[in-house]
């Protein structure tokens, strides 16, 4: 996905398609698209749909580590 330079550069650094921006919008991938270049505008529920896909992404990442330290043997 080329974000970067966009009027959304970090996202870039979440989703690394079109598409999966798109799904996590609830929108088109030309729908993403258009948005990134300037020319349409996230809609209020487009923008809570990807800060929500956002933050799952954040907890997953923390709650995976913090399962490999629970389960960590003793030993180890």
């Known amino acids: 996905m080329r974000a970067s ?26 729908r ?7 020319i349409k505008q996230f ?6 749909a990807i800060a929500r896909a956002i933050k799952l992404k954040e907890l997953k990442t923390n709650v995976e580590a913090a399962d490999l330290d629970k389960y960590k043997r003793k030993d180890m």
């Open 5 to 30: 330079g966009g009027l959304y550069p970090a996202l870039g650094r979440y989703f690394s398609t079109m598409k999966e921006l798109a799904d996590a919008g609830c929108m088109s991938p030309r």
């Open 32 to 38: 993403a698209q258009d948005c990134l270049r300037g």
């Open 43 to 48: 809609t209020t529920q487009e923008k809570v």
